[in-house]
Every structure is written in C-alpha cells, then in structure tokens.
C-alpha cells in the first residue's frame, strides 16, 4: 500500500485517532528513531483525486496537527510508494528538518488578500472622486452608445484596480512590521495583492485587529480576505519538506 504524506513533525507528536485523513482513513507517525522528526502519514486511497471533501480532509488533519506543534505540511496529494523511501528521507535530511520545525515552533500563517472593490457603492466613491470618469459618464449619457458604454467600463474597471492597488501597498506596509516573515503568494486573478504573513500565535488577535482596521479604512478602494490561522505552507524551506519523485493526485 502506498504511502500519503500529511507533513513532518517533532518526535512523540500526538497524532487523531481514528478516521481523519484523505479517505477517511487513520493517519500514524512513521519516523526512523525515536528522537528523529516523524511523518505523519496514512494509506494512498485509490484513485486519489482533489474532490472537496479530501481537500478539507487534508487541511483539517493540518490544522489539527499544528494546533499542537510545529509541522512542516506537505501540499496535498502527495504520494510515496513505500516506508523505505520516506524512513530514509527522515534519516538523511533530518538536520534540515530539525531546523525547519525550529524555525515555524509558536508560529501561525496568515494570508491577505486585497481585490478591487464591487458593487454600486464602490462605482458611485469612484465618480465621485474622479472628474474624468463622471465626465466620460456623462458624455455617454447624452451620447449612448455600445462604444462609449465599453470605453466607459473598461475606464471604470482600469480605474478600480488602479485604486485598488495603491491600498494593497498600504496594506503590505501596515501588516508587514507585524510578521516574522513574509512572501508573496502566486498571481491570483482578480487579486491586487496576495501576501502571506509568518507571525507568533500570541501576535495573532493584534493582526487581526490591524487587518480589521485597514478593512474599514479602505472600503470602497479594495476589499481584504484574510485567511487564518494556517500551517506555515509558504515557510517551509525547499530543502526541508521536498519528496523525493512524490506522485501528486490528479486534480
């Protein structure tokens, strides 16, 4: 039976009893001795694919985990063929593993999102502060047109990202000094901004509160998604968690 890879963990790391993993299925430490980092594993399903209810199976698991200490999470569907070559992985890379469950010990991820605004509110704070826009507006009105009304809604839409962006950097240099680290997630679309932040679990009601904050302020020029508590995904160095050859479930 194959192996599915939830993540890496410090010794003696208490792990759910009974059904919690991918499948449903029990998860269990696989470690090469009792004072190295373990696995926290379970059986490969068969035909493992990324259906929501696995997705939020793998998540939860994580989330469960790292309530009680550091772990460093695999992403999902990552697939070994056997004990040997993860129990040597854990032997041979246990250094960097050990750092790296240093390195996120007492620490939460958090994410932030800003996109441009929707709705009729955000359209009419817009004209209201931009002479040029209200001015193509009313051209348009007294001219309708299918050209005029693309021209305009390309202006409007150009002009809320525009917005939109300038209030992501307030955001990045307010949220920023309050984290350990920080990176830049992928492009998301639709997404001006798309950060994730390292921070103390102590330092967490503190972000929120400032995140809370900037939500207000800028109502109307961008709208904050803030997602978290999560294990630390986007700070677990490359060398650490990697796989050697993993399988990935099809998505």
Known sequence: MSLYVYGVVAPGHPVPVGPAGVGAGPVRLLTPGPEAPAAVVGDAPAGLRARRRDLTAHQELLVALAADGPVLPMRFGVV????AVLLDQLATRRSAYERALERVAGRVEMNVKALPPQGEAALAQLLAEDSGLRAMRDRGLRRPGYEASVRLGQAVSDALERRAGLAA?????????LADR???GPQVEGCVLNVSLLLDREA????????D????ALAGRAELLLTGPL???SFVPAEAPSSP????AAV
Do not use: N
């Open 80 to 83: 070994l063929p056997d004990e």
């Open 169 to 177: 950097e307030r955001v990045r240099r307010s949220l920023v000094p």
């Open 182 to 184: 920080w990176c830049d």
């Open 204 to 211: 967490e009601a503190a972000f929120r509160a400032e995140a």
């Open 213 to 216: 904050r900037l939500a207000a």
């Open 231 to 233: 294990p630390c995904y």
């Open 245 to 248: 050859a993993p399988h990935r």
